[in-house]
Antibody, heavy 126, light 111 residues
């Protein structure tokens, strides 16, 4: 059974870089997208970005200039870096495995998060 | 740009049924979605993927009380025989041109 575990500093200073790691156990990296999602306190889920082993990467347009992701298949880990953070980046950050493609229609298919990590809280404060 | 619309809140009685709705924006009525549940103070959990024809695939261990259906641009999640632990936030999610899209979520209260 695949399990995901987020790790990283719980406190980051404004203007610095947030760096998180997701460790995957019990499964392969191949064929999936690997995604980061965040959730500010009391608010909904916001997709940050995702990537595949192939290097195919997409980021949320609102964060694109500050986000980068990488994969280390030898360590079964993928990482998120978010630069120039502000208090608005304070949130619980989740990693997730993205399954697909399924239910294809008119050239478009569904990819969806089928396994989630438990999340890690990141606070941006001096 | 694809937008998923959900009602902010819903309420239903213990043991009853409730039907939550996720509406796809204009021009996207054939898109499939996924439903996710987030219980208080927990991470999200995948419930099911749901096609435009109502066919759906549930995640491992998801009870039979959870089912999905579709009509036009609307995607539904029906929960029958409500338990107190079904009180949670429910999010719909889809994929649009390589971008993952979430609805704003529906907070379900079981009374």
């Amino acid at each position: 059974q695949v399990q995901l575990q987020e790790s990283g500093p719980g406190l980051v200073k404004p203007s610095e870089t947030l760096s998180l790691t997701c460790t995957v156990s019990g499964g392969s990296f191949r064929l999936y997208y690997w995604s980061w999602i965040r959730q500010p306190a009391g608010k909904g889920l916001e997709w940050v970005g995702h990537m595949q082993v192939s290097g195919n990467t997409n980021y949320n347009p609102s964060l694109k200039s500050r986000v980068s992701m990488s994969l280390d298949t030898s360590e079964n880990q993928f990482t998120l870096k978010l630069t120039s953070v502000t208090a608005a980046d304070t949130a619980v950050y989740y990693c997730a495995r993205v399954e697909g493609p399924s239910y294809c229609s008119r050239g478009s298919c569904l990819w969806y998060m089928d396994v989630w990590g438990k999340g890690t809280t990141v606070t941006v404060s001096s | 740009q694809l937008v998923l619309t959900q009602s902010p809140s819903a309420s239903a009685s213990l043991g009853a049924s409730v039907k939550l709705t996720c509406t796809l924006s204009s021009g996207h009525s054939s898109s499939a979605i996924a439903w996710h549940q987030q219980q208080p103070q927990k991470g999200p959990r995948f419930l099911m993927s749901l096609n435009s024809d109502g066919s759906h695939d549930k995640g491992d261990g998801i009870p039979d009380r959870f089912s999905g259906s579709s009509s036009g641009a609307e995607r539904y999640l029906t929960i029958s025989s409500l338990h107190y632990e079904d009180g949670a936030d429910y999010y719909c999610q889809t994929w649009d041109k390589g971008i993952e899209v979430f609805g704003r979520g529906t907070k379900l209260t079981v009374v």
